[in-house]
């Protein structure tokens, strides 16, 4: 526990899987804003990520843990370390598998253990919707503080009753990273050979949860109608070589752009006139609020929670029909919609820079239990 005379509260991050995502960005938003003569933040994941050396050189330490399926080595593993280090706080991140990392933590004499929320599921998961739908319900067995990213994840994970008691730990993003120009977005643009073009993006990760082929075939219909469109893709991942394949397979691929490289996100951003991400599911999407502090119109799934409209520039759209996507992907495009969002996303709760004092003293005040 953290004492009068000023020790820092040693809280352990447990990630797993860092090399991308909405939940390392998130926690790492939240590391580089928050007062870290107060707090130590530790990161246990599954191996190397890119973050590595941001964590180390701003004062954290990475672990690499086994994975959560191989069950009692990873507990081991975790045990031993948490005994080790002697935390104050093991957050867990890992959803429906937090309870792995929390057992170890009970088990190691951490007084506090949070299980966080960070994304739902869909029945199109088959067999791995059944296997989060059990586990959800042993969650919390091992927490004793709740947390998430959204009232949807927090409902779907603890139950609405246990969710009253939760930490809404919003997906806060720093707002300075957004402020680009005009001029600059055009010189990116030209730099791209994209002046004279419509930009459809989409940022996250190439996996069943995403929908990419859908939003691909969507876009290959809108471009039978018009000749100014294109496709910009960003992220890797499993679904990766299958999507290329299915641009290939359409004849698309002077239409498509993969960007794999790591570059400033919100260059990104800039190049996009419309953001379109067709999810399964999704606790609360970072890139949507992400998108809305750049003023970029959006169309999200009809399965992401209304929560992450908080600008009013977001439409919902059942994926069910890649036709109607291609015609609503068509008329916002027309509709040349640019908007002020920082302001809207800063009002919502989303500025990191006051979400970081507020997590400081929620830390602060579930240590001093």
């Known amino acids: ?57 701003r004062g954290g330490r990475v672990f690499y843990f086994p994975s959560v399926f191989a069950f009692f080595k990873c507990v081991r593993f975790l045990r031993k370390s948490f005994r080790r280090e002697r935390y104050d706080i093991v957050h867990a991140h890992m959803t429906s598998l937090s309870f792995v990392s929390l057992l170890a933590a009970k088990q190691a004499g951490v007084k506090h253990r949070i299980c966080h929320a960070h994304s739902t599921t869909n029945k199109e998961e088959g067999f791995v919707h059944f296997v989060k739908s059990c586990l959800k319900h042993i969650s919390t067995w091992f927490a004793t503080d709740l947390a998430g990213c959204s009232r949807l994840s927090i409902d779907w994970l603890y139950g609405k009753k246990a969710a009253k008691k939760a930490y809404l730990m919003r997906n806060a993003i720093d707002l300075d990273r957004f402020d680009v120009t005009d001029e600059e977005k055009r010189e990116l643009k030209a730099h791209y050979g994209l002046e004279n073009c419509k930009v459809v993006g989409h940022i996250g990760r190439f996996e069943f949860q995403k929908n990419i082929p859908f939003l691909v075939k969507a876009f290959a219909i809108l471009c039978k109608s018009r000749d100014d469109v294109r496709l910009m893709l960003v992220g890797g991942g499993a679904e990766f070589e ?38 399964r599911f999704e606790g609360l999407p970072l890139v949507a609020i992400e998108a809305q502090a750049m003023g970029i119109p959006c169309l999200l799934s009809d399965c992401i929670t209304k929560e992450a409209d908080v600008t009013g520039h977001v439409e919902y759209l059942p994926i069910l029909s890649a036709n109607y996507w291609a015609n609503e992907i068509s008329r916002v495009l027309d509709e040349n919609v640019s908007y002020d969002g920082r302001k809207a996303v800063a009002a919502a709760g989303y500025d990191i820079v006051e979400e970081s004092k507020n997590l400081l003293e929620y830390y602060t005040e579930v240590n001093a239990k």
């Open 242 to 279: 299958n999507v290329k394949k299915l641009v290939e397979t359409l004849k698309i691929e002077d239409k498509v752009l993969f960007m794999t490289e790591k570059r400033n996100v919100q260059e990104y951003y800039a190049l996009f006139d419309v953001f379109a991400l067709p999810s």
């Open 1 to 57: 526990m953290a004492d009068p005379e000023g020790k820092k509260i040693k809280i352990a991050q447990v990630i797993g899987n860092a090399k991308a995502g909405g939940v390392i960005n998130c926690v790492m938003n939240y590391f580089r804003h928050i007062d870290t003569s107060k707090v130590q933040f530790d990161f246990y994941t599954y191996g190397p990520s890119p973050f590595d050396e941001e964590i180390k050189a």
